[in-house]
């Protein structure tokens, strides 16, 4: 009996933080959408290459191993809403960490270009 009890809630915490990891996705695309329509800055970080395969129409592309030099080149305010993506969330990620640490307060990470649009 206690090995079924221990196995039922093992199977329990699983899928509630599969339902966790789901529900984050979707908020983290669904905030991204939201931003998106209210016409803030919207950043690709991919490289070149991926970003002609398709891109949110209005992006820049600006890879994000450049992305703190090109934000100054651009002179992109510090505090402007920015919604950075990729191919799955990690390179925007990255971008964000370097941005905020070159002072940049408003960034948001929308994920995966491939979600973003499967979400839209």
């Known amino acids: 009996m206690k090995k079924f ?3 039922l809630a093992t199977l329990m915490m699983l899928g509630v933080f599969t339902t966790t990891i789901v529900a984050q996705q979707t908020s983290r695309e669904k905030i991204a959408w ?6 803030v800055l919207v950043v ?7 970003f002609d395969t398709g891109h ?14 090109q934000f100054t080149a651009l002179g ?20 964000i960490a370097a941005l905020t640490q070159a002072g940049y307060t408003n960034l948001h990470n929308g994920g995966g270009y491939d979600g973003l649009m499967k979400n839209k």
């Not at 939201?34 to 016409?39: A, C, F, R, T």
């Not at 690709?44 to 991926?50: G, I, L, M, N, S």
């Not at 993506?85 to 390179?91: D, E, I, K, L, Q």
């Open 76 to 95: 992109i305010n510090k505090e402007r809403r920015v919604v950075l993506y990729c191919r799955s969330g990690n390179r925007s990620g990255k971008a």
């Open 56 to 69: 949110i129409k209005g992006a820049l592309n600006i890879p994000y191993d450049v992305a703190v030099n």
């Open 5 to 7: 009890t221990l196995l």
């Open 44 to 50: 690709d970080v991919r490289t070149a290459k991926e």
């Open 34 to 39: 939201q931003d998106i329509k209210q016409g």
